[in-house]
Nanobody
Framework: QAQLVESGGGLVQPGGSLTLSCVVS????????IGWFRQAPGKEREGVSC????????YYKDSVKGRFAISRDKDKNTVFLQMNSLKAEDGAIYYC??????????WGQGTRVTVSS
């Protein structure tokens, strides 16, 4: 059974940084894309970033381009999301998933990011 576990969320001030981690078990990063999604209160879940097995240009939501970076450590089966220059509107529960769309089969439990002064 595949399992994804996120960590690294917390409270940061606007302009601050956080790095989220997604530890993947039961799936190989050589064969599965891993995506980051977020959901703010009262809003739809949205894709933030995604990295595919081919390791070509990753996907980023327009509003996070230049601020967020996705990366992988294949030896540790872990995917990271480095978030810089955080804005209040980045506040949400962040999830990782086994794909680049909301139809992904496997999801983590979520980690909360709060951006507030």
């Amino acid at each position: 059974q595949a399992q994804l576990v996120e960590s690294g969320g917390g409270l940061v001030q606007p302009g601050g940084s956080l790095t989220l981690s997604c530890v993947v078990s039961g799936l190989s990063l050589d064969y599965y894309a891993i995506g980051w999604f977020r959901q703010a209160p009262g809003k739809e879940r949205e894709g933030v970033s995604c990295v595919r097995p081919s390791d070509d240009i990753p996907y980023y939501k327009d509003s996070v381009k230049g601020r967020f970076a996705i990366s992988r450590d294949k030896d540790k089966n872990t995917v990271f999301l480095q978030m810089n220059s955080l804005k209040a509107e980045d506040g949400a529960i962040y999830y990782c998933a086994s794909g680049c769309t909301t139809l992904a089969d496997f999801w983590g439990q979520g980690t909360r990011v709060t951006v507030s002064s």
